[in-house]
T-cell receptor, first 118, second 116 residues
Framework: AQKVTQAQTEISVVEKEDVTLDCVYETRDTTYYLFWYKQPPSGELVFLIRRNSFDEQNEISGRYSWNFQKSTSSFNFTITASQVVDSAVYFCALSEVGSGAGSYQLTFGKGTKLSVIP | KAGVTQTPRYLIKTRGQQVTLSCSPISGHRSVSWYQQTPGQGLQFLFEYFSETQRNKGNFPGRFSGRQFSNSRSEMNVSTLELGDSALYLC???????????????FGPGTRLTVL
C-alpha cells in the first residue's frame, strides 16, 4: 500500500525566515507522480507542483523550491523568505493507479500546518 | 477559465437523513474525483467518475454513492447519515486522459457537512 508521511504536524516561523516542509513516500510503482497542495483557511486545495518519478531535477518557482530525491523517497518543499500569506496547511500527495484504465487517485499525507508570524 | 465549483458550501443535517452534494468541473475536464477530509483521517479518496461511469472507488461503505452527468457535472449522495460523516467533502476535476502524463487534479472549495 502506498503511504505519504509528513512528520511535521505544525511549524511556526517568523516572517522572512526560510522553511522546509518534509515529505517521505512509499510506493511499489515504478511510475508515479508526487504533488504538493496548499490549503488556506478557506478550504480549497490549491495545486502547487507535480513531479514525475523520472524527473529528479529540483524546481524553483519564485520563493518556492522543491527537492525530489528518489534515493531517500523524499520530496521536500522549501519556502524562501516566508510571508504571512504563506500561512496554510500544506499537503504532499502521491498518485496511485486506480482500477479503471487511465484512473488514478491521490494518497495524501496528514499535512503540515505552517504559521508565519509577522 | 472558471475553476471547480461545489454547492452548497455548507450543510447541516441530522442523523439518518440523506444528502446530495454537487460538483461542476473545469470546462473540458471529464474526470471528477471526490475526497473526504476529516481531522482524524485526513484526506481520503471516495470515488472517481469519467464519462458518466464510476472508474475507481475507495474504501467507503455503500451509503456513499455518486453519479456523473453527460456534461461532466457530478453529484455525490450520502444516505442514512452518521455523526462520523461530518467532514469537508472536496471535489477535484482533471482531464481524465489515460495515463498520468498530462493530468493534475484541481480542487473545488469543498462542501462542509455537519451531521447533528
Amino acid at each position: 500500500a502506498q503511504k505519504v508521511t509528513q512528520a511535521q504536524t505544525e511549524i511556526s516561523v517568523v516572517e522572512k525566515e526560510d522553511v522546509t516542509l518534509d515529505c517521505v513516500y512509499e510506493t511499489r510503482d515504478t511510475t508515479y507522480y508526487l504533488f504538493w497542495y496548499k490549503q488556506p483557511p478557506s478550504g480549497e486545495l490549491v495545486f502547487l507542483i507535480r513531479r514525475n518519478s523520472f524527473d529528479e531535477q529540483n524546481e524553483i518557482s519564485g520563493r518556492y523550491s522543491w527537492n525530489f530525491q528518489k534515493s531517500t523517497s523524499s520530496f521536500n518543499f522549501t519556502i524562501t523568505a516566508s510571508q504571512v500569506v504563506d500561512s496554510a496547511v500544506y499537503f504532499c500527495a502521491l498518485s496511485e493507479v486506480g482500477s479503471g484504465a487511465g484512473s488514478y487517485q491521490l494518497t495524501f499525507g496528514k499535512g503540515t500546518k505552517l504559521s508565519v508570524i509577522p | 477559465k472558471a475553476g471547480v465549483t461545489q454547492t452548497p458550501r455548507y450543510l447541516i443535517k441530522t442523523r439518518g437523513q440523506q444528502v446530495t452534494l454537487s460538483c461542476s468541473p473545469i470546462s473540458g475536464h471529464r474526470s471528477v474525483s471526490w475526497y473526504q477530509q476529516t481531522p482524524g483521517q485526513g484526506l481520503q479518496f471516495l470515488f472517481e467518475y469519467f464519462s458518466e461511469t464510476q472508474r475507481n472507488k475507495g474504501n467507503f461503505p455503500g451509503r456513499f454513492s455518486g453519479r456523473q452527468f453527460s456534461n461532466s457535472r457530478s453529484e455525490m449522495n450520502v444516505s442514512t447519515l452518521e455523526l462520523g460523516d461530518s467532514a469537508l467533502y472536496l471535489c477535484a476535476s482533471s482531464l481524465g486522459l489515460a495515463g498520468l502524463a498530462t493530468d493534475t487534479q484541481y480542487f473545488g472549495p469543498g462542501t462542509r457537512l455537519t451531521v447533528l
